[in-house]
């Protein structure tokens, strides 16, 4: 028996990965910061390069790095979508072999020391872990901005349950109508048109996520996800699609009867692993 195959290039991409911009503005005595880290890829045919190690259309990904932190300055640093849309479009438009352009921003928060009861001008301190995540991609078929946060660590010291489970002959787990509930969030929403307030959409979405964590009384983290979803779709129609991933953060009662102790869900030991991943996408019909 005879097999004849043949060997192709698939798809590909090259970019710079992680550059750090940190951008401070200064037209005032109250200066303002931006800090993020900036991952760019380029898309095109860029088979010579790949074949016969011919680098004639390719853009060194040491000049992506460069037009990064140019660009911070050049065309400015405020919402991280509307830079990565700058980014994007400038390498789909301006240099010749690129056909397509995806750009992701993450940002880290910073928070005003308070000096007498009021933030200071010039010194700030990181917040917490959570970042907020933007990826734009921009190619032939348009436009595309998806942006979200993650590492956001949320916690609810009742309001959840989980009971009524399927059981196997493996199945040790009791039920619970009383538990701690938390996570760290990872969610990101696709937008339906580059054309809004990023900021505010942004925070906007944030806020309900929160709330909708706090007030639904949870009787399984999955229908808390599709809540969260579903409120934030209802309240912002330029959102086409939310994705949530939540690692359940495990807290365990704490057995103290050996010490002579009652534990009414008050002591818990918090487990780092392993961990239930409970994953959902909410979208329109």
Not at 61 to 69: F, L, R, V, W
Request: aromatic letters at 8%; proline letters at 3%; charged letters at 25%.
């Amino acid at each position: 028996m005879t097999t004849t195959s043949t060997i192709t290039l698939g798809a590909n991409q090259y970019g710079k990965a992680e550059n750090r911009v940190v951008r401070i503005y200064r037209d005032s005595p109250r200066h303002e910061i931006r800090d993020v880290t900036v991952s760019t890829a380029l898309r095109g045919d860029f088979t010579a390069a790949h074949l016969e190690g011919d680098q004639a259309q390719v853009l060194p990904t040491d000049t992506q790095k460069n037009t990064c932190y140019a660009y911070a300055k050049e065309k400015g640093l405020r919402e991280i979508e509307t830079y990565g849309l700058d980014l994007a479009r400038h390498f789909v438009a301006d240099v010749e072999p690129v056909t397509g352009a995806r750009v992701a921003v993450d940002e880290l928060f910073w928070d005003r020391v308070e000096v007498g009861g009021q933030g200071h001008d010039h010194t700030w301190v990181r917040r917490g872990p959570e970042v907020r995540t933007t990826v734009v991609t921009v190619d032939g078929s348009g436009e595309q901005v998806v942006s979200g946060l993650r590492d956001l660590v949320l916690l609810k010291s009742t309001g959840s349950e989980f009971a009524g489970f399927l059981t196997d002959g493996y199945t040790t787990l009791a039920e619970t109508h009383d538990r701690i509930m938390s996570t760290s969030l990872v969610a990101t929403w696709r937008y339906a048109t580059t054309e809004l307030d990023w900021d505010k959409t942004w925070s906007d979405v944030r806020r309900i996520l929160l709330e909708q964590f706090a007030v639904v009384h949870s009787k399984a983290l999955q229908q808390t996800l599709w809540e969260m979803g579903r409120a934030a779709l209802e309240a912002h129609p330029e959102v086409a699609e939310i994705s949530l991933s939540a690692p359940n953060k495990h807290h365990f009662v704490v057995d103290l009867s050996p010490f002579g102790l009652d534990n009414p869900n008050e002591v818990f030991y918090a487990a780092d692993r392993p961990y239930g991943l409970i994953e959902a996408t909410v979208t329109r019909s």
